[in-house]
Each structure stands twice: as structure tokens, then as C-alpha cells.
């Protein structure tokens, strides 16, 4: 974003345009200043957590972010080295990893905290190429430098939910979608058991049973 230039105008345009046609609109910010941009702008949704830029320095961004309500996605660990099987330090298109970039992975995750304990709502998201499981992994390494377990399954659930938009998932309660993973462990006291998937439901029914 240029400093006094004309992209909040035109963000406010673009989100305007969306409302009228009844479309969503989904902001990719990855600065502090362009968070900011985007929340005047007030998309239904922030992707990539800024990560360029220090929210401790600055509570009223915090304040500013979080309280527009819009929902975040996570995706923290673009910048984390993705590993190969031979021990390689890949970024996210499968080419050597940039160190560069590595100051990315120390304030994504340091601005997500923050975000969260004022309030923000937070969900899944992955900024990779890599196989989904691969993809979960990475981000679920990622979130767990500054989240719990707890913290994690409500970034996973309802987190994730409001971040594409739905209210019908998210959580397991009545009128809700019956899309449900059972998994072999306990994700709430180690967070790599949401990896170990046994069962798949979708709309109510089984699509994948590894216990048979």
C-alpha cells in the first residue's frame, strides 16, 4: 500500500460493488498498514495474518483490527520451512526456502496472539502447495508457538467457520451440517492428533473409515 495513496477508496469501492452483486469480498493483506487499509474498507474477510510489522508497537491498531469483527485466516506457516524427506528447507512452492523472509515467521504468529486476545476471530488457513495433511501440519507447527491445543481446535472449528463464511459447521451442536473427523487421540492435550484421522462424516455420512 503507498502511504496517502488511493487504495483504501478503492477497497471501499470494491467492497461496495461486492454488496450489491450479494458477493463476498476477501481482503489478501500481509502488512500492518494494509490490515488497516482493508479493515476501513470492511470486507467480510482478512486473509493471511500480517505479518510484515509489529502490533506490539501499536494498540490501537490492535484495537482498530480486531474490533471491526471481521474474521482472520491464519495461514502462519508460509513462512516456516516446510521440510522435505531428505531434510531440505523448502518454501511453500517447493523451491529452497527463502531465509530472507524467516523475520515473518517471529511477527505473523507474535500479531496473530495479540489479535486473539483482543478478541479477533481467528480460523484455519493455508497459503501452501503442499498435500493437505502436509499443508496441516506446517500450520498447525505454526500456531502452536504462540496457541494451545485449546486455543487450536477453536481456530480449527468455529475459527474456520466464520473465516469461509459459514454458519452451519463449525461446531457440533443441533440444526448445525454433520461434517465430523474423529481422530486417535486427544488434540486437546497434543495438538498433532488432529493428523491422526480414523473417521470422515459429510453431511451425516461416512466417507472415509480407516478402522475398518
Partial sequence: MTPGGPEVETLKLI?????????????????????????????????????????????????????????????????????????????????????????????????????????????????????PTQSLADELRALSLVFSPLDISKIMGQGAARSTLRQDIGTLEPGKVADIVMVDGNPLATVTDLLKVVLTVKDGRIVSDSRK
Fill in 15 to 131: 467492497v461496495a460493488e461486492g454488496r450489491k452483486r450479494k458477493l463476498p469480498t476477501i481482503t489478501h493483506a500481509v502488512s500492518v498498514v494494509d490490515t488497516l487499509a482493508a479493515v476501513e474498507a470492511r470486507p467480510d474477510v482478512l486473509v493471511h495474518t500480517p505479518h510484515i510489522g509489529h502490533l506490539n508497537d501499536d494498540a490501537e491498531a490492535v484495537r482498530k483490527i480486531a474490533g471491526a469483527g471481521i474474521p482472520m485466516t491464519s495461514t502462519l506457516a508460509v513462512f516456516v520451512p516446510h521440510f522435505s524427506a531428505d531434510n531440505t528447507p523448502l518454501f511453500r512452492d517447493g523451491e529452497p526456502f527463502p531465509w530472507n523472509t524467516l523475520s515473518s515467521a517471529g511477527d505473523g504468529p507474535v500479531n496473530a496472539r495479540l489479535l486473539w486476545e483482543a478478541g479477533i476471530s481467528y480460523g484455519y488457513g493455508t497459503d501452501t502447495a503442499w498435500p
